[in-house]
């Protein structure tokens, strides 16, 4: 608040001004005169702060993609892993049946039920492959989509995006500046009562 001493008219004025318009940022007419010097600097160093919010925000999410792309492929080679295994287990029933298909000529019609049961267990096997890497990769592509999107909108529309963030302490700047300088006669009244 600006300190009033005496009976200087301009003061008392400028104080009941600046009570009216909700401002006690400044206490003097000294802060006032800083405020409008820097007044540019600060709009400025709003921008800066909310430009390195913005880099770090695009950082955290650079990570994140690179997180979620290193988990998309342990896991994607995870389930490859598992179903190598289950084919190759398959396979060497398959070809132990088909051996003993060979050598038995009386149970012929019973192991080849066996062998085409096994096949079809690894085409369902297959086909259950297919269905859950593609429900993986959907699952993580999703995000991965948000997280690009949103990529994109920091780079394509940084400077909106800063204006955005900056919006309600520029404005009320950009309120004390006018205040000021409405009441530049009377501010330049108080200065010479000084």
Excluded: C
Aim: overall charge positive.
């Amino acid at each position: 608040m600006i300190e009033i001493y005496g009976k200087i008219e301009s003061l008392k004025k400028i104080r009941s001004i600046l009570d009216e318009r909700g401002i006690s940022e400044v206490n003097s007419i000294q802060d006032i005169d800083k405020f409008m010097s820097q007044f540019e600097l600060k709009i400025l160093s709003l921008k800066q702060d909310a430009d390195l919010e913005i880099e770090k925000e695009v950082n955290s999410l650079i990570g994140r993609k690179k997180t979620l792309k290193e988990q998309l492929d342990t896991e994607l080679k995870q389930y490859k892993v598992q179903f190598g295994k289950d084919i190759k287990l398959l396979n060497e029933r398959m070809h132990k049946q088909h051996l003993q298909m060979i050598s038995s000529s009386v149970l012929r019609i019973f192991y080849f039920v066996k062998i085409w049961r096994t096949k079809r267990i690894i085409k369902a096997l297959k086909e259950k492959y297919a269905s859950k890497t593609d429900l993986v990769k959907y699952e993580y592509s999703s995000t991965l989509e948000k997280i690009e999107s949103r990529l994109l909108d920091y780079r394509k529309n940084r400077s909106r995006i800063i204006d955005q963030i900056i919006a309600p302490q520029s404005e009320r700047l950009k309120y004390l500046k006018q205040t000021f300088e409405e009441k530049n006669p009377i501010l330049a009244g108080a200065v010479r009562e000084k």
